[in-house]
């Protein structure tokens, strides 16, 4: 009973004074109670509406940040008041232009959440963030004459305080729904991520070096910093756990409530299946290691998972130097000015020798061009040729190239009758087929060559059957 009794004294107190006009009082508090009903009398049901709601609804980042610099500014205004009287009489003018500010701007962003079909958590704690902030700016234009009187001291500093915080709250949802879920995080210092719970994962993490690869390989076009489709970015650990406009896609130690797993499991056929757009489905082994990872905690820190056995890495041998080739420039800079090559520096030092590119004119580019090439042929360490007009004879002048790490063969006219003529060279750890008539018979004098730990062969007839045992590269099969 005594609180009551002293929350009624303090309701008198407050209603003959904020604000003398009790229609004002009154129109207040029923402007508080519509916008506290709006999300349930009108619903945002994810489905865009009339085309007049977007046309309006997208003057709201325009006018979303006139409230947020008035805002800031009462408090100021408030405190050099002490010592010059005006500016607190500013500061009530200020608070009831950030008053009416917040309430447009809170309109817009409604309208263009309704009109455009926007639904999800991120967006209904965007918008009950904004209602907040204007009904605290509301309650603030009432407690502030009985604490400019000197009546109430209490309550205008925390609606004030309270207003302030919602602002801050509901600029970083917005923030949220328009950078991605890790925008004000992602260049946060390693201790404040540990202390807010935003630590990114080791970079020897099961996280690290085989779920990020997968969403790497398969969303990161739709979900990363160039495109962030429904809020949500998948190219860090702490995006992927924020989630996005329909909240978080990971739940730890749930996979049956992480909306992530749900939608790459979906038949290709349903429109919330992922990937997107009709691109390849993840394999069922790729779906098994995030299961498996949600399952055990979808830790950033854990490098190997129960039960998950994952295939040994083959240590490539560390390139050789090939000697320095600088006192060739002269016959390199003849040589491109006739055949339509270049010879380019892996790097500044001479030593780690030079790329073969033919990408300028790659049609005109055949066996000769290739052959003439031989007084270079110990520098070079990666042979550029693919949709170029070489042959099988190609090989005759490639088995000369012995520092050769790398060849690009695809979409040439290839067909691996002489690719034997490859076996001496001992560096080669790359060779792209695909787009070629090469076959799986023609591959068998390259199965002694442990060095060649990759060999690719889309599209080709020696292209193996889907892989369901390794995640592989999506542009063909790696050994």
């Known amino acids: 009973m005594k609180a009551a009794n002293r929350l009624g004294e303090v309701a008198g107190r407050l209603l003959p004074q904020v604000p003398q006009d009790r229609l004002?009082?009154?129109?207040?508090?029923?402007?508080?109670?519509?916008?506290?009903?709006?999300?349930?009398?009108?619903?945002?049901?994810?489905?865009?509406?009339?085309?007049?709601?977007?046309?309006?609804?997208?003057?709201?980042?325009?006018?979303?940040?006139?409230?947020?610099?008035?805002?800031?500014?009462?408090?100021?205004?408030?405190?050099?008041?002490?010592?010059?009287?005006?500016?607190?009489?500013a500061a009530g003018f200020v608070l009831m232009l950030a008053c009416a500010a917040a309430i447009g701007s809170l309109a817009l962003g409604f309208l263009l959440a309704h009109g455009g079909g926007e639904s999800g958590a991120m967006v209904t704690r965007h918008m009950w963030g904004a209602i907040a902030l204007s009904v605290g700016l509301l309650l603030c234009l009432l407690a502030r004459p009985s604490w400019y009187s000197g009546t109430v001291r209490f309550a205008y500093p925390a609606t004030l305080a309270f207003s302030l915080v919602a602002l801050i709250w509901t600029a970083d949802q917005g923030g949220s729904i328009t950078h991605g879920g890790s925008y004000l995080t992602q260049y946060m210092p390693a201790p404040m991520k540990r202390l807010?719970?935003?630590?990114?994962?080791?970079?020897?993490?099961?996280?690290?070096?085989?779920?990020?690869?997968?969403?790497?390989?398969?969303?990161?076009?739709?979900?990363?910093?160039?495109?962030?489709?429904?809020?949500?970015?998948?190219?860090?650990?702490?995006?992927?756990?924020?989630?996005?406009?329909?909240?978080?896609?990971?739940?730890?130690?749930?996979?049956?409530?992480?909306?992530?797993?749900?939608?790459?499991?979906?038949?290709?056929?349903?429109?919330?299946?992922?990937?997107?757009?009709?691109?390849?489905?993840?394999?069922?082994?790729?779906?098994?290691?995030?299961?498996?990872?949600?399952?055990?905690?979808?830790?950033?820190?854990?490098?190997?998972?129960?039960?998950?056995?994952?295939?040994?890495?083959?240590?490539?041998?560390?390139?050789?130097?090939?000697?320095?080739?600088?006192?060739?420039?002269?016959?390199?800079?003849?040589?491109?000015?006739?055949?339509?090559?270049?010879?380019?520096?892996?790097?500044?030092?001479?030593?780690?020798?030079?790329?073969?590119?033919?990408?300028?004119?790659?049609?005109?580019?055949?066996?000769?061009?290739?052959?003439?090439?031989?007084?270079?042929?110990?520098?070079?360490?990666?042979?550029?040729?693919?949709?170029?007009?070489?042959?099988?004879?190609?090989?005759?002048?490639l088995a000369k190239f012995m520092n050769l790490r790398a060849l690009h063969l695809e979409d040439t006219a290839v067909s691996g009758a002489a690719l034997a003529k490859l076996k001496p060279l001992s560096q080669l750890v790359y060779l792209n087929l695909s787009g070629t008539k090469i076959t799986q018979a023609s591959l068998a004098p390259l199965s002694s060559m442990s060095n060649l730990h990759h060999i690719y062969l889309f599209n080709t007839p020696a292209q193996p059957a889907a892989d369901t045992t390794s995640v592989q590269s999506a542009s063909g099969n790696s050994r």
Request: aromatic share 6%; with cysteine; hydrophobic share 45%.
């Open 24 to 89: 004002a009082w009154l129109a207040a508090l029923l402007t508080m109670v519509e916008l506290l009903l709006l999300p349930f009398v009108i619903h945002l049901d994810g489905k865009p509406h009339a085309d007049w709601e977007q046309f309006l609804g997208r003057f709201h980042p325009l006018a979303v940040h006139l409230p947020i610099g008035l805002l800031l500014l009462v408090p100021v205004l408030e405190l050099m008041g002490e010592m010059r009287p005006a500016l607190r009489e």
């Open 196 to 397: 807010f719970g935003h630590a990114e994962a080791d970079s020897g993490s099961f996280y690290a070096t085989q779920i990020h690869p997968i969403l790497d390989a398969n969303c990161i076009s739709c979900h990363g910093a160039g495109k962030t489709e429904g809020g949500l970015r998948l190219d860090s650990f702490s995006a992927l756990m924020q989630g996005g406009k329909d909240g978080a896609v990971i739940t730890p130690g749930k996979p049956e409530k992480s909306l992530l797993l749900e939608r790459v499991t979906l038949p290709s056929t349903d429109k919330h299946a992922m990937p997107a757009d009709g691109r390849t489905p993840l394999k069922p082994l790729q779906i098994e290691w995030i299961r498996a990872w949600i399952q055990q905690g979808a830790s950033p820190t854990v490098a190997i998972l129960t039960g998950i056995s994952l295939p040994q890495k083959r240590k490539e041998p560390p390139p050789q130097p090939v000697g320095d080739w600088s006192a060739l420039m002269p016959q390199i800079r003849a040589m491109q000015k006739g055949l339509g090559a270049k010879l380019v520096p892996m790097s500044s030092n001479p030593s780690d020798g030079l790329v073969l590119q033919t990408a300028d004119n790659p049609s005109s580019f055949g066996d000769a061009q290739l052959a003439q090439l031989q007084l270079f042929a110990p520098y070079i360490v990666e042979a550029e040729l693919g949709r170029t007009a070489v042959t099988d004879a190609c090989f005759d002048t």
